[in-house]
């Protein structure tokens, strides 16, 4: 071996070392990039509703969430197809305040659902009024639903298909 011949050894594996960790951090890189670009899927859940005062002007919702882990309430989104307005156990829904589109974490913990509605718990839903004919979804967003729509008062839209209704009834 000539003197000539001796640097090219720790060159060539100076080379490859550098190539084997670009390969190893590009190959690191796309998993975990791909795993922040899961989206979490839709709840199991199950409800039960319950018609208050039928016969009066304040016709009230109950709905009772009966099965399921903890749903993440900044996540829920109560859509009806009449203004409604959440109340809970310790609060009564509120007409002048009905929207289409109700947050279940909106006002000061109206509904009562702390961070995670849990199994058990009960939100109160009522109108101006009859709420007959009323079909009314619980809308799961895989994002926090914002209210920045008309100063507050209506929210921000459902993330498109990756929202999932978990609970539809129109009130008899």
């Known amino acids: 071996m000539s003197k000539d011949d001796r640097a090219v050894t720790p060159v060539i594996a100076t080379i490859l070392m550098v190539a084997v960790v670009v390969v190893l951090a590009t190959?690191?890189?796309?998993?975990f990039y791909d795993l922040s670009n899961t989206i979490e899927p839709a709840p199991n859940a199950a409800f039960e509703q319950q018609l208050l005062d039928e016969s009066g002007p304040?016709?009230?919702?109950?709905?009772?969430?009966?099965?399921?882990?903890?749903?993440r309430a900044n996540r829920v989104l109560i859509v009806a197809t009449e203004p409604v307005d959440i109340g809970g156990p310790d609060?009564?829904?509120?007409g002048g305040y009905a929207t289409v589109g109700e947050k279940l974490t909106e006002?000061?913990?109206?509904?009562?659902?702390?961070e995670y509605w849990t199994a058990g718990e009960t939100i109160k839903l009522g109108g101006v009024g009859d709420l007959s004919g009323i079909t009314i979804?619980?809308?799961?967003?895989?994002t926090e639903v914002k209210k920045d729509g008309a100063g507050g008062r209506e929210?921000?839209?459902v993330?498109?298909?990756?929202?999932?209704?978990?609970?539809?009834?129109?009130v008899e």
């Open 91 to 94: 609060t009564d829904p509120n």
């Open 107 to 114: 006002g000061n913990d109206q509904s009562g659902v702390g």
């Open 155 to 157: 929210p921000s839209e």
């Open 58 to 71: 304040n016709e009230r919702l109950e709905v009772t969430l009966t099965h399921g882990g903890g749903i």
């Open 27 to 31: 190959t690191i890189s796309v998993y």
């Open 137 to 142: 979804r619980i809308v799961w967003n895989p």
């Open 159 to 170: 993330i498109g298909e990756n929202a999932a209704v978990i609970w539809e009834h129109t």
